[in-house]
């Protein structure tokens, strides 16, 4: 039997630990790129050694080539944005249960995905007339969360994200776009968004937007219940 590295402890692996040790040396050199003698200086790694776990950190989109040096990549960013996603599903349940038994109705947390919204938690008061969103999708255009994520994009991500014509699902659903931009306008100015029945006549609710650093909306909060 091979004798264990005296520098690899029990239950660890060695090159994880190394890698590790490099993306967070990537980390603190942002947002200039570091060279691969200032990382391995850093973290104590064999240059050799250092570039080679890099090249494969760069084959998984873990770090990218930038100039002389390397920068943070784009699978770091997905991961970031999940990890954001289960600490504010996590934080947020208190909240939304407290929002329910002041308010007497149901409060929801609607967290972003690439297509739009989906509802991830809720908390209904005892008394509440409730409805199970939860796993769903909704049209943006026609519920207060939709409304409240969309005012809190840039223009051009709302264009992407709505479809070509606005389906109807009651009679007060807002079906033009210029209607639907004067109505997330209004959202921005009051910091809230309102819907009256819009995508089903027996419900009504008020949402916010829950942003994360430069603004982006991650999530929305909705206070919704019946007419």
């Known amino acids: 039997m091979a004798a264990r590295d005296p520098g690899e402890r029990e239950g660890r692996i060695q090159s994880v630990d190394r890698a590790a040790a490099l993306l967070a040396a990537v ?20 240059r050799t050694t250092a570039w080679r776990l890099l090249a494969t950190l760069e084959d998984n989109a873990l770090v990218e080539r930038r100039d002389a040096g390397y920068v943070l990549g784009a699978a770091l960013a997905r991961l970031a944005e999940a990890a954001a996603r289960d600490a504010l599903e996590r934080a947020a349940h208190p909240v939304l249960a407290r929002v329910a038994t002041v308010s007497g109705e149901t409060a929801s947390l609607a967290v972003a995905r690439r297509s739009g919204l989906l509802y991830v938690d809720a908390a209904a008061a005892a008394e509440a007339v409730s409805e ?81 650093p430069g603004g982006r909306p991650l999530a929305c909060v909705d206070l919704w219940g019946a007419v």
């Open 132 to 212: 199970d969103w939860l796993g769903r999708h909704v049209p943006l255009h026609a519920t207060s969360a939709g409304k409240a994520f969309l005012a809190a994009l840039p223009p051009a991500e709302v264009d992407a994200l709505l479809p070509a014509r606005l389906p109807a699902f009651t009679g007060t659903t807002i079906t033009s776009r210029e209607a639907l931009d004067e109505e997330l306008a209004a959202t921005r100015a009051r910091g809230f968004a309102v819907c009256l029945g819009e995508l089903d006549a027996r419900w009504q609710g008020v949402a916010a937007a829950v942003v994360g």
């Open 27 to 46: 980390a603190d050199a942002a947002p200039e790129p570091a060279p691969v003698a200032l990382l391995a200086a850093r973290t104590g790694i064999n």
